[in-house]
């Protein structure tokens, strides 16, 4: 991955972007300094070496994102994380690529698919289970769902985009927001 987060003149995460537009920036726009680089990432030209930036601070653009978010975006990928890649009902681990949601209450019994009703399932336990409820499969959750929530608003725009996990070791000093996982 070669994007480059890009904040605010304040510092504040504005966008993640392309590190093509990202040198443009920094380089040859001069309106942004880069605070970060990758070490082995180097673009070179017939008159000078570029690093690529792996983060950008704007100099005169004090821009902040309008859609800020509290709960991180129920998606597959991160209950995946939430449930720490771990069937819900045997623990065993399953990987991202090989896991079936499980509903707790079927969606025939008028179960939503949300992060209060959806676990990791490995694909034995999920047949075994079926579209019965938990009492009628005789099987029990190890952890109860939850959603996770971020201890701090963050913009949309980039929790969408990278979701719990920060891509790259670099933005960790400015993606300053923590996810709140239960154990």
Request: proline share 6%; hydrophobic share 35%.
């Amino acid at each position: 991955m070669n994007d480059t987060l890009e904040l605010s003149k304040s510092g504040i995460p504005i966008q993640i972007i392309d590190w093509h537009k990202a040198i443009s920036l920094c380089y040859v726009l001069e309106t942004a300094c880069p605070l970060a680089e990758y070490s082995d990432r180097v673009i070179h030209t017939p008159n000078r070496e570029f690093i690529i930036p792996s983060v950008i601070q704007l100099i005169n653009s004090d821009h902040r994102p309008k859609n800020y978010i509290k709960f991180l975006p129920f998606n597959r990928k991160n209950v995946y994380i939430r449930d720490k890649g771990r069937c819900a009902y045997c623990n065993c681990n399953v990987s991202l690529y090989n896991f079936t949601f499980d509903h707790i209450v079927p969606q025939c019994l008028g179960g939503e698919t949300n992060w209060n009703n959806v676990v990791v399932s490995c694909m034995k336990c999920n047949g075994k289970k079926g579209s019965k409820s938990l009492n009628k499969s005789n099987m029990s959750l190890i952890r109860e769902p939850y959603q996770p929530t971020l201890d701090r608003a963050a913009p949309a725009s980039i929790v969408s985009k990278i979701g719990i996990n920060i891509p790259e070791v670099s933005w960790k000093d400015y993606v300053y927001w923590n996810v709140i996982l239960k154990d």
